[in-house]
């Protein structure tokens, strides 16, 4: 219960990797990530609030927070 938070808020990362062989090892790493971010701050106090847990754009606009 101790996840990595950035700002205080729970956070994915969208980062796209190509796996061309093995044998050699030979991987392609596409530059133009992404973060998703909650917009309520991480709490353990609510865990029924999904906009606090959950990083899903379909989430999060349900939140009151979202878009302000």
Partial sequence: HNPYL??????DLRIYVLVQSFSPLVVW?????????TFSTYSMDD????????????????????DQ
């Fill in 6 to 11: 950035i700002g205080g808020r729970k956070f």
């Fill in 47 to 66: 865990l029924e609030n999904t906009a606090v847990h959950l990083t899903n754009v379909a989430i999060q606009k349900k939140s009151a927070e979202y």
């Fill in 29 to 37: 790493l596409y530059r133009e990530a992404f973060a998703r971010f």
